[in-house]
């Protein structure tokens, strides 16, 4: 009897162990299946082609690496809920929640949408050590990141308003 139930005992044991491998595996093989999606859709135009789908002040700060004029943006003091995409290509990068009025001049966000649609790179132009951030869809220049911002992330996303797009 003991025997029987030393069996049963190690049988479910062993099952379990195998049936949470598996779960494992599955999970790592669909997040490299999302990954390789998100690869396979990364945007490349040739600058002509890009011109001819931005504006000018919009093809100077996402291919250009430029920034248009704080507070002139149409995104600075906007409040409406939604979400906003990049003017280029349309990835989703961030949410009206995380949105807040940092008094910089631009739209200002502590928290994006999905870290792996973004990238961060370090900046040391105009004599200053700083992140830039880019659409990691189609390589865009958003703005840059800095650490003064509020609360839970204590991060401020400082981005141009030409390189969003708005929908409620």
């Known amino acids: 009897m003991l025997t029987s139930i030393l069996i049963i005992y190690l ?7 195998q049936s949470t491998k598996e779960e494992k595996k599955l999970k790592i093989q669909t997040e ?24 000018p002040l919009a093809f100077k700060v996402l291919r250009q690496n430029g920034t248009e004029a704080p507070y002139s943006g149409a995104f600075y003091k906007n409040d409406d809920k939604g979400t906003y995409f990049c003017a280029g290509c349309n990835n989703e990068l961030f949410s009206s929640e995380t949105k807040f009025d940092s008094g910089c001049g ?4 502590y928290d ?9 790179i370090e900046d040391n132009s105009l004599g200053m050590k700083r992140t830039e951030v880019r659409c990691k869809k189609c390589d865009g220049h958003l703005g840059h990141l800095f650490n003064d911002g509020p609360n839970p992330t204590g991060l401020r996303y400082c981005i141009n308003s030409v390189a969003l797009e708005f929908k409620k």
Do not use: G, H, Y
Request: charged share 40%; proline share 2%; no cysteine.
């Open 11 to 17: 049988l479910n044991f062993f099952s379990t162990q």
């Open 106 to 109: 631009w739209p200002s966000f």
């Open 112 to 120: 994006i949408e999905d870290s792996d649609r973004i990238k961060l």
């Open 32 to 55: 490299i299946e999302i990954k390789e999606k998100m690869a396979e859709k990364v945007i490349k135009k040739s600058e002509a082609e890009w011109k001819e789908q931005l504006s």
